[in-house]
């Protein structure tokens, strides 16, 4: 017997709004874990076309540096 196919619910939002001076608001609504949960997912994904993936590692490695750089002096 198949299964009822079940619209997905939404459990979280994210949304981040950047401006050309390098700032970005930052809006969060919903299940912290299950945000945590599907944000984990998509870094988990090593596909070429995973943008987000490319923008995080990204983000991470410039933090990581500038910490690097900062502890430095």
Same mark, same amino acid.
Do not use: H, Q, W, Y
């Given at each position: 017997?198949?299964?009822?196919?079940?619209?997905?619910?939404?459990?979280?939002?994210?949304?981040i709004?950047?401006?050309? *001076?390098?700032?970005?608001?930052?809006k969060?609504?919903?299940?912290?874990?299950?945000?945590?949960?599907?944000?984990?997912?998509?870094?988990?994904?090593?596909?070429?076309?995973?943008?987000?993936?490319?923008?995080?590692? *990204?983000?991470?490695?410039?933090?990581?540096?500038?910490?690097?750089?900062?502890?430095?002096?």
């Open positions: 017997m198949a299964r009822k196919s079940v619209p997905a619910e939404e459990t979280a939002r994210l949304e709004v950047c401006n050309n *001076f390098n700032e970005c608001d930052v969060f609504t919903g299940d912290t874990m299950e945000m945590t949960a599907a944000l984990a997912g998509l870094m988990a994904k090593d596909e070429e076309e995973n943008a987000f993936r490319k923008m995080m590692t *990204f983000a991470i490695e410039l933090v990581l540096e500038l910490d690097k750089k900062s502890k430095k002096k």
